[in-house]
């Protein structure tokens, strides 16, 4: 009798287990896909939170470092005395050209000018130099009266003979480095922060002015930046404001003190007043900045824009603090007066 032969049995996975198999797959993909997305949400929150962070900090750094600078005096061609100094009989201090001598300055910076930096203007109001012949012990410090670029000349008058080549330089620095609340027109408030000097120690004076427009002066057309208007301090006019001179965007309203609803100003002064001379002098001695800024895009996890408020409550222009010092203790020659180019740029762009 002939042997049997079976067909071989069809194996493989019945349509429950299919199904079964394809929900766990579903489930496994759904969970991952969403940690995903939720890594995704904390990343951009993380991003959002560090550009505001790197940004504010960025701003209030250079601001620490620029009102530090600010008030420092300098010229930016070291000049020396090109002839030889015959001192004169007297000298007056309220008439700077009674007895003034014109002599002829070098320069030792190459390129550069050897007035650049000085100031001299009869007024009223008078705006002048303190300048100081570093000669040992005949050193004497005299009032510029006036000078010339083409050839570099200044005119003084000296107390004492000085020998060619002899160094001149500007000693203490300006009272008015970081422009007064009052005592000047259009100075700085608690929006508008004026400063300038050799801001950047390299020999070049500038004028620095910060504006914070957060809102509070202009309500709804508001730029919500902070801008930094640099230019040097003898320019003919000030630029106007422009994109270019953002420093810091998404500035906001600063939150108000505690039992108050007037929100906190970006700019707050500490002054002192002191007469030179009979010329009342304001020195801000102190400079608190506050800024609050928003993040660029909502937060993704709690749907809202962040907010930081970051302060600066004891930033002290040191060249302006030891001029107001040497105020105190009545060294009147190292008090520098306000240029009047400074002056002009004050107010308004119109």
């Known amino acids: 009798m002939g042997k049997v032969t079976r067909a071989p049995s069809q194996s493989g996975f019945s349509l429950i287990e ?18 995903l997305l939720q890594m995704t949400k904390h990343q951009q929150t993380v991003w959002n ?19 530090g600078q600010a008030g420092r005096i300098a010229l930016g061609g070291a000049p ?26 070098n320069s ?37 009266s006036s000078f010339a670029t083409s050839p570099a000349t200044i005119t003084a008058c000296f ?13 203490g620095g300006f ?4 422009v007064p609340p009052s005592g000047l027109a259009n100075g700085s408030d608690g929006y508008h922060l004026k400063m300038y000097g050799d801001i950047n120690s390299d020999g070049q004076m500038v004028y620095v002015e910060y504006l914070c427009d957060n809102g509070d002066l202009l309500g709804p057309s508001a730029s919500h930046n902070l801008y930094r208007n640099v230019m040097a301090y003898d320019a003919a006019s000030k630029p106007p404001t422009a994109s270019s001179q953002i420093l810091l965007g998404n500035i906001q309203s600063n ?21 030179v001379s009979t010329t009342p002098f304001t020195f801000v001695l102190d400079v608190a900045i506050t800024l609050t800024v928003q993040t660029e895009q909502v937060d993704q996890v709690t749907k809202a824009y962040q907010t930081e408020t970051k302060a600066l409550l004891n930033v002290s222009p040191r060249n302006v603090f030891n001029t107001w010092e040497y105020a105190g203790m009545g060294y009147t020659e190292r008090i520098q007066s306000t240029p009047l180019s400074i002056t002009a740029l004050l107010p308004p762009v119109p």
């Open 255 to 275: 939150p108000p003190p505690s039992g108050s609803t007037t929100p906190v100003p970006c700019f707050t002064y500490q002054t002192s007043t002191i007469s």
């Open 159 to 171: 107390t004492k003979s000085h020998a060619v080549g002899t160094v001149l330089a500007p000693l």
């Open 108 to 144: 030792t910076v190459t390129g550069v000018s050897a007035v650049s930096g000085m100031f001299a203007t009869a007024g009223p109001p008078a705006a002048y130099e303190m300048l100081t012949t570093l000669d040992g012990d005949n050193q004497e410090s005299f009032r510029l």
């Open 175 to 178: 009272a008015t480095g970081i």
């Open 49 to 67: 939170r560090t550009e505001m962070h790197s940004g504010i900090r960025g701003a209030t750094e250079l601001m620490q470092q620029e009102v």
């Open 18 to 35: 299919l199904l079964i198999a394809t929900g766990l797959i579903l489930i496994i993909a759904s969970t991952v896909t969403g940690a």
């Open 80 to 105: 020396t005395l090109a002839a030889a100094v015959t001192a004169a009989a007297s000298c007056d201090p309220t008439a700077p050209a009674t007895n003034a001598v014109t002599v002829a300055v």
